[in-house]
């Protein structure tokens, strides 16, 4: 899949400001006042942020609000509604919070219910996808989520639940690739499938449709070389999960620790966004004769 | 809505003979005509006439090379447009309501007025279907020419859709495939029509139907060689006596030097 700068920003910042968002909304930390008002700018500037860089990749940005009609069989529409609902209820809680210095309990939890059920439903749009087979697994959620509770914990300077937190999306990241690398193979698509022609012999793709490229290409069809794929697996590995978990165990770290290991986090996480999309192969490569299986 | 219908009253859709095809493009052609001029934003094109062209089409013909485990292999032509799927998993993804299937004829369309151009329907259908308009922005996909089927303005034998109407080898049929007893279904019972990608759980409406086996091939002319009259390899009287001459003069090469 075309790894578009637009879905790669708006899948990493809202996961980690709908997971800030959870925990604030648990009460962790129990903030109010100016420190508050600092921790929910950060907040909403990703996870607003996020979906309005999620709106820069469509033909028509102005019907966006159709997007709220279809709860009822797409996760894109669930995921507008669950992002505004959630986006609402922590503002009341937020509001509380700065000025009233008060914190709504039952408001925070319904938020911070709403937050998880965003970044799932986010997580969804991808997993649904029989056309992807890398993604189309239980463990495409449970990387988005991982990876969303772990972000929104370093965030909330919860520094043991985060290293904890990170270890687990650690685990399940590698275990994505893996299960990844194998999900085209498994999945019974393949030229053969594809073309219906496999029972006389072996099938080739001879010549494409046109000489040129097209949109089918450009958007389905990115193929990254193994080396690269490795290289950038590790810096994913080291800088989004290593090297903040070795920063979060430091004992009575410095507050610029835990900044740079945000810092470090937020780096590993894009170039590992960046893998997730241009490793996926959608199924239509094969009518390309550009897919190995 | 983009819930898919329980069931619709007709099955309207292509059956495509992959032993006829030539792989002339005519199909291609008379789509992206009929479907630039007619129903809906055009389908246009960048940099038609430069160096890297590209643009929409709703239906392509890809050629695809068979390889027997023995004999020689086969050529054959592919051409692919929307399946207008039972199950699409087009429509369901759809955040807006714009990609729906008709609940009377099976056919799937866009509204393009409500479409944001997501993309989101081209990343579930797993046959390349759809293609978003550059320009327009919006969704395209096959419409199965319904500004054609049931135009009455149109000679009834225009109301089939445009590829068909073109196709010069008559291998695209038109028809209603939920009726068991239309030609397109008797077509497909006698022929073996399959399904692309059945393992994807689309339930395609539109059927291939597979190349026949050749009966042609070059081992069988073989046989028939050992009684076909030789072809004279020496040359003899004049003309043999010219070819040796010619061969013996300053500069001239011999057949064996020049092959």
């Known amino acids: ?293 | 809505m983009t819930d898919l219908p329980a069931s619709t009253d007709r099955k309207l859709g292509l059956v495509i003979d992959l032993d006829t095809c030539v792989g002339c493009h005519a199909c291609v052609i008379s789509c992206k005509g009929w479907n630039t001029e007619n129903y809906g934003a055009p389908l246009s094109d960048a940099d038609a006439y430069g160096g890297d062209p590209s643009g929409t089409f709703l239906n392509r013909v890809h050629s695809y090379e068979i390889t027997p485990e023995e004999g020689p292999a086969q050529l054959v032509h592919f051409p692919k447009s929307c399946l207008h799927c039972e199950d699409a998993p087009c429509v369901t993804v759809c955040p807006t309501g714009a990609s729906y299937k008709r609940s009377e004829d099976g056919i799937v369309l866009v509204n393009e007025d409500a479409c944001i151009g997501c993309g989101l329907c081209a990343w579930a259908c797993p046959y390349g279907a759809r293609e978003l308009d550059a320009l327009e922005g919006v969704m395209k996909k096959c419409t199965l020419c319904v500004d054609r089927i049931y135009n009455n303005t149109l000679p009834e034998i225009d109301r089939v859709p445009s590829c068909v109407r073109t196709c010069p080898a008559g291998a695209r049929h038109f028809g209603d495939l939920g009726d068991p007893d239309s030609d397109v279904s008797q077509l497909v019972a006698a022929r073996g029509g399959m399904d692309l990608m059945p393992e994807q759980g689309t339930k395609p409406v539109n059927k291939y139907l597979p190349p026949r086996p050749k009966q042609d091939r070059a081992e069988d002319l073989d046989s028939l060689a050992p009684y076909l009259a030789p072809v004279a390899e020496d040359q003899s009287g004049f003309l043999g006596w010219l070819d040796k001459a010619l061969d013996r003069l300053p500069g001239a090469r011999s057949d064996e030097e020049m092959s």
Not at chain 1, 179 to 205: E, H, I, W
């Open chain 1, 1 to 293: 899949m075309h790894p578009a700068p637009s879905v790669i920003i708006f899948t990493t910042f809202s996961g980690l400001g709908f997971g800030l968002l959870l925990f604030l909304g648990l009460g962790l930390p129990p903030v109010t006042g100016w420190v508050a008002f600092f921790l929910y700018a950060i907040a909403y500037a990703c996870a607003v942020g996020g979906l309005l860089a999620s709106t820069f990749h469509l033909g028509h940005p102005e019907r966006a609000l159709k997007a709220f009609t279809q709860w009822r069989t797409s996760w894109l529409s669930r995921e507008a509604w669950l992002s505004v609902a959630a986006l609402l209820v922590m503002g009341i809680y937020a509001f509380a919070a700065v000025f009233l210095d008060t914190r709504l309990t039952p408001v925070g939890i319904l938020g911070a219910a709403l937050s998880l059920a965003t970044v799932s439903s986010t997580s969804m749009i991808y997993a649904q996808l029989k056309t992807v087979p890398r993604w189309h697994h239980w463990l495409t959620p449970a990387h988005m989520l991982g990876l969303s509770l772990a972000g929104g914990a370093l965030l909330a300077g919860q520094m043991t639940v985060a290293a904890a937190l990170l270890a687990v999306a650690a685990a399940v990241q590698v275990a994505h690739w893996q299960v990844g690398d194998s999900a085209l193979a498994r999945s019974g698509t393949n030229l053969a499938s594809a073309t219906g022609l496999g029972a006389p012999g072996r099938v080739r793709a001879f010549e494409p449709p046109h000489t040129g490229t097209n949109y089918l290409l450009r958007e389905f069809v990115h193929v990254v070389g193994r080396r690269h794929s490795r290289k950038l697996r590790l810096i994913a590995l080291t800088f989004g999960y290593g090297l903040p978990v070795v920063l979060l165990v430091i004992p009575a770290a410095p507050h610029l620790l835990g900044a740079l290991a945000i810092l470090s986090h937020l780096a590993g996480i894009l170039a590992s966004r960046w893998l997730f999309f241009a490793e996926a192969e959608h199924v239509v490569g094969l009518y390309y004769g550009k897919r190995a299986a």
